[in-house]
């Protein structure tokens, strides 16, 4: 399995661009300090997922920065990206690893301590804890965790991976430093980055909370 780092997590989508370039956002992202991208599109046909997802891997040549797909297995290898984002509903981990290979990025979302008790048994290289605040880019039906959720989710998955374990929704310069304090090594932002007015600026903010965070946790940056 891969290393991960999951300091700052962008995660691309196009309905969350504010219409501008998705590819420049990105180079913009990490340029500020984005340690690991997503992209994720729920609603553009196959074609147009991998072209996208070819332009993405490309601009992010280079850079050490990788890219990882939202769901689709299909999608991440018809690209050449380095993983997938899994669901819980989507195809087990098991099988994306078999498809996708040993040095395949494969991440899980998690929603529960027993979801965590599980993924310590599974091969997959991170968790991405949510959601813990509200948040407009994902319709989410489960209400949010909070700080508290994300403590209880994070103590079970140390109970038995090494596995690093992010958090997601509603993440911001307002809230950052308090979710890595919770105990998350890193956070996923989706409008916080590419719905600002100046993304490569706020990636810095971001990333330098994170890390400020961290080392208050004695965790290496």
Known sequence: MS????RLYG???????GGRDPIELVRQAVAGGATLIQYRDKHAEGRRLVELGRALKAA???TGVPLLVNDRIDIALATGAD??????EDIHPRDARNLLGPHAIIGLTLKTPEQADVMVHLPVDYGCI????ATVSKNNPSPPIGLDGLRAIVARTKRGSR??????A??????????????????AVISAIFMAPDPQAEARRLRQMVDRALASRSVPA
Do not use: K, M, R
Request: aromatic content about 4%; hydrophobic content about 45%.
């Open 170 to 187: 509603g993440i911001d310069t307002s809230n950052a430093e308090a979710v890595i304090a919770a105990g998350a090594d890193g956070i």
């Open 60 to 62: 992010l040549e280079g």
């Open 3 to 6: 290393p991960v780092d999951l």
């Open 130 to 133: 949510g959601g813990v605040f």
């Open 163 to 168: 596995c690093p374990v992010g958090a997601i």
């Open 11 to 17: 995660i691309i989508d196009p309905e969350w661009t």
């Open 83 to 88: 993983g997938v984002h899994l669901g819980q």
